[in-house]
């Protein structure tokens, strides 16, 4: 209220005199600006007359809900990709003992997965309750209308007119740019918010940029790096054209030496200077102690000396880039020698945004990352943190693939236990993803055919996904002994996980069955639709498992009008796609394809790809298809260290579902959407009505005391 007399004190006295031309519309303007003004403090008043009204309001709610409620405190982990079957496999095997206390004790069931049976989308309906079309992520990616290119479909910059907010009033000055949520509808912890139940919610993929709730909140997956991409490791070496045949999600440094020394630079964020783009950079020099076996390295201006021994991870190092008379932009990177003959390699990760002094919103409240890194020192903030692209392109080996992996959940596993420590009441939620980035990397181990075995040794690593569920298991153990039956532990996975051993390029179906147009006289083989002719071309491939019809009035060069023609030409593709035959391997790539206007319902069912393709387990959207590439072959191997995956008919990929509570219905069938209303239900609340999933009843367990409520 001060600020907002002053506000109005300096508007009508510190106006400096002007000469204008007064027009007729002059005196209509001057005046409506009173009225603004005049709503403006009586909205004011209103509201702070209001207030006790309102409190006692929420108070009574409040005290209704805590009646209504059925427990004190829930916990639910989130293993990203745990397979039920293996869980099976496992527990059967006497490998799992904790989870399998679980399956005695409480529950365990297949979750049912969200088409496309993708992490984003799944996420996103886990914290919604809602099916894809009320929430807007349908994949990883969608397409940009008017370029027909891929863009994050999880969030977005958008640059508007800044104004300064005074209670009601807003005042423009100049532009700024956000980072924009591309889910929609609202969270489950955001509406216990409402009714001041607290939530902590550590790393759910899809919470970035991260929402403002009564909580707080550490965002995941695609939270970007420092320099704004999904995470873009850099290799330097002092071997030349080593990035021949290199794809593009890194960047090869060659490295300027002479004799054992070298020099280079650290390249970070681009920053608009004098209107032109400038990259902010940190020089780097080092030396090969040939004596000692190790690298020395000198970051920027820092005297202290960094020594790498080569196979050993450097603990993170802060990174600090001068943008002027502006703060430093921080980041954190790890660094690591793969090799030191005959050619030096250095790795190092993606440019974490540093969580002690963020330069982006990585938490809420944004205090919460420097909390949190202050109390457990640096850790990784990027949403895909562990570098899958590094081990698919070679840049680090299997082995060092692993050890990142390890010590970011080892990173996590802290956070979250020593929350777990601290809290007695409220949600608890945290997502790991080691499960899924194992099982993504180490699947080929488990199946002896696969295409990605052929010249690869097929022992070493054998049991890296038995060991993932091992250590999952562990960390459940641990839960395990914080709480009692008095808590709610539930553990869930997104999805499954499957062999994904060939690729199938729709693209290149699409243009062989005349759909798909390319340029007269242009061969196949650009990236990213480089030689499409949009003005002829139908249908087109977007993301892992999405098909967009080219619709006249949606997308740019859109050709198919958008009622019949469509849904005929959706039908003509579902019908050809499911009989597809792979001759090579004699059977059927696609189980089913599903159109968008049945399968999802909502204000953001028409953002949808127009048709969702539902894979048979070993075949998924291929490597090249992803890039918007036309090949000559519509099946091909698939041969990365990326074998193992998800993006299959969702039935044949459901997640896993343990609870230390007993499920009432003896054999249920149910779904991620079902979580969060069955998590307002036992916090004593309605489900929204907005909610697409159903709640689950539990029998607690006998051991328990009283209502749960009471301690
Ligand atoms: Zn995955």
């Not at 929350?419 to 939620?429: D, F």
Request: positive net charge; contains cysteine.
């Amino acid at each position: 209220m001060i600020l907002f007399l002053i506000t109005l004190i300096l508007y009508f006295f510190s106006a400096s005199c002007a000469y204008a031309y007064i027009g007729p519309g002059a005196g209509f303007a001057f005046l409506s600006s009173f009225v603004i003004l005049f709503i403006s403090v009586l909205l004011i008043l209103v509201s702070i007359f209001s207030w006790p009204v309102r409190t006692a309001i929420l108070l009574i709610k409040r005290r209704k809900i805590k009646r209504h409620a059925k427990i004190r405190r829930i916990v639910i982990i989130g293993f990203d990709g745990l397979d039920p079957d293996l869980c099976q496999q496992y527990m059967q095997e006497g490998k799992l003992a904790n989870l399998a206390k679980l399956r005695q004790n409480g529950s365990f069931c297949p979750l049912q997965t969200t088409m496309p049976a993708i992490s984003p989308v799944a996420w996103s309906t886990f914290a919604t309750g809602v099916n894809p079309g009320k929430h807007n992520i349908f994949d990883f990616f969608t397409r940009d209308v008017q370029t027909y290119q891929p863009v994050l479909s999880s969030a977005k910059i958008v640059t508007a007119p800044r104004t300064l907010k005074i209670g009601p009033l807003r005042v423009p000055f100049g532009t700024s740019s956000t980072v924009v949520a591309g889910r929609k509808s609202q969270s489950f912890w955001s509406v216990l918010g409402k009714f001041k139940i607290f939530s902590t919610v550590l790393r759910v993929p899809i919470t970035y940029p991260p929402e403002k709730f009564y909580g707080s909140c550490l965002s995941a997956m695609c939270a970007p790096d420092l320099l704004g991409t999904l995470g873009s490791f850099t290799l330097f070496t002092t071997q030349p054209n080593d990035d021949e045949n290199r794809e593009s999600k890194g960047s090869v440094v060659l490295l300027a030496h002479e004799g054992n020394c070298f020099s280079s630079r650290i390249d970070g964020p681009a920053i608009k200077r004098n209107g032109s783009d400038m990259t902010l950079s940190i020089p780097m020099r080092g030396e090969i102690d040939t004596h000692r076996q190790m690298v020395k390295l000198w970051i920027g201006k820092q005297k202290q000396v960094l020594r790498l021994t080569p196979g050993t991870y450097s603990p993170w190092q802060k990174l600090k880039f001068s943008a002027g008379f502006h703060k430093p932009v921080c980041g954190l990177v790890r660094f690591l020698v793969t090799q030191v003959k005959p050619h030096l390699h250095i790795y190092m990760s993606p440019i974490n945004i540093d969580p002690e002094k963020p330069v982006l919103p990585i938490s809420h409240p944004f205090y919460y990352a420097i909390h949190l890194a202050k109390l457990h020192g640096p850790f990784s903030t990027l949403g895909l943190a562990e570098d899958t692209w590094a081990l698919n392109e070679g840049v680090i080996d299997e082995e060092a693939f692993l050890k990142q992996s390890y010590d970011i959940y080892e990173e996590r596993q802290t956070i979250f236990l020593d929350h777990l420590k601290r809290s007695t009441e409220g949600l608890t939620v945290s997502v790991f993803d080691t499960t899924d980035r194992i099982q993504h990397m180490f699947f080929r181990y488990l199946s002896d055919d696969h295409p990605a075995n052929d010249g690869q040794d097929t022992t070493t690593h054998k049991l890296a996904v038995e060991q993932a569920y091992v250590r999952s298991d562990e960390l459940v153990g641990r839960v395990m002994q914080e709480i009692d039956d008095r808590d709610l532990l539930m553990v869930i996975s997104d999805h499954g996980f499957k062999p994904f051993k060939w690729g199938v390029n729709l693209n290149s179906w699409l243009w062989r069955e005349g759909y798909l147009v390319l340029e007269d006289g242009k061969p196949p083989g650009a990236d990213w639709f480089e030689n499409v002719n949009w003005t002829k071309t139908r249908a087109y491939a977007c993301g892992l498992a999405g098909i967009f019809i080219n619709i006249r009035g949606r997308e740019k060069f859109g050709i198919v009008e958008p009622s019949h023609e469509k849904e005929a030409l959706q039908n003509e593709i579902k019908e050809k796609l499911e009989t597809l035959f792979d001759e090579k391997n004699d059977c059927k790539p696609i189980r089913r394809i599903g159109l968008s206007q049945h399968e999802f319902n909502g204000p953001y069912a028409s953002e949808a790809p127009d048709l969702l393709v539902g894979f048979n387990i070993g075949y998924r959207a291929s490597w090249n298809c992803a890039k918007g590439k036309v090949t000559q072959d519509i099946i091909e191997p698939n041969r990365k260290r990326w074998s193992g995956d998800h993006s299959f008919d969702p039935p044949l990929v459901p997640g896993s579902f343990f609870s230390n509570w007993q499920l009432k219905d003896q054999e249920p069938k149910i779904s991620i959407m079902d979580i969060a209303p069955t998590v307002l239900n036992l916090f004593g609340l309605d489900r929204p009505k907005f909610q697409d999933g159903k709640v689950m009843h539990f029998s607690p367990p006998p051991s328990r005391h009283g209502n749960g409520v009471k301690r």
